[in-house]
């Protein structure tokens, strides 16, 4: 049979390479359309399943870490409550400032020094916590320097030094034994509790 002697309506009398021709393109036709209609969005489906399932094991083995790990976080977080509330008792009340002031003159009139200015200034209010700075300058040695800073160190309560500034008595090179003049910025601080406003 020749290729143009072919009708559709008679498909019964075509070769049977030519039915085969057929039910191959007719199968790959059914096999194309049930990929694309039905397979392909079940896959994609799956793909996503899978991505939420590596997403959920990742956060599941984030918390069981942190539940392993509960009772050594519950440890640290009191360790470090105790801590703050040891750093909390270092710093004055409203009673106590006044003395601590005190406290910072005598350290320097110990070391040696000659106090020139003692002013404090403007207290500062932070979150939990007042900042009180005092601006000083004072004259004296290397050595009386560091030890007036070690004891402001040493003292029970928070004390911290800022913007130092060393000048010598006004000659271009100082000698070992000639005084020197710091400029410092010291900060005491303050505990806020709710009742201050």
Sequence with gaps: MQLNEMELNNIGDWPVVAKAVLVVLACGLVGYGWYHFVISPQVDRLAQAERKELELRQDF??????????????????????????????????????SLLVDVSQTGLAAGLEFERFEPGKEAQKDFYAELPIRVRVNGRY???????????????????????????????????????????????????????
């Design 143 to 197: 050595h009386e320097f560091a030890s007036f800073v070690s004891g402001l160190a040493g003292l029970p309560r928070i004390v911290t030094v800022h913007d130092i500034e060393i000048r010598g008595g006004g000659a271009a090179r100082t000698t070992a034994g000639e005084p020197l003049s710091l400029g410092a910025i010291v900060k005491t601080y303050r505990y806020l509790d709710e009742s201050t406003p």
């Design 61 to 98: 083995e984030r918390k069981q870490h942190k539940a392993a790990n509960l009772d050594g976080y519950r440890q640290q977080l009191a360790e470090m409550e105790e801590s703050f509330g040891a750093m909390l008792r270092q710093l004055p009340d409203e009673t106590e400032v006044a």
